[in-house]
Nanobody, 124 residues
């Protein structure tokens, strides 16, 4: 069992920044990767960024490249998403996921556990 708690969402103007955190607890030793997904109204949950836990390899969606940075702190089992140059189209509920087994990190099906989500709203 892994529990995930997200924080850091909020309202920001276009061009601004937000930093999201996802704290993992429980059987974190079994975690292969953690990722951030987002879901906007009327849309499916989409991949944003992922990090493989042990060595920190990162993967980004095209929409996030150059603007977002995913990182992790192994000691406290926390993953972060630094979001810069935010755009109104980034508005969504952002979810943190943890994957126990190997799989494609860009696929939501790979992830076993999910947080409750944190709302990010970017105004124009």
């Amino acid at each position: 069992q892994v529990q995930l708690v997200e924080s850091g969402g909020g309202l920001v103007q276009a061009g601004g920044s937000l930093s999201l955190s996802c704290a993992a607890s429980g059987r974190t030793f079994s975690t292969y990767a953690m990722g951030w997904f987002r879901q906007a109204p009327g849309k499916e949950r989409e991949f944003v960024a992922a990090i493989r836990w042990r060595f920190g390899e990162t993967t980004y969606a095209d929409s996030a490249k150059g603007r977002f940075t995913i990182s992790r702190n192994n000691a406290n089992a926390t993953v972060y998403l630094q979001m810069n140059s935010l755009k109104p189209e980034d508005t969504a509920v952002y979810y943190c996921g943890a994957a126990e087994g190997w799989g494609a990190v860009v696929s939501s099906a790979t992830y076993t556990y999910w947080g409750q989500g944190t709302q990010v709203t970017v105004s124009s």
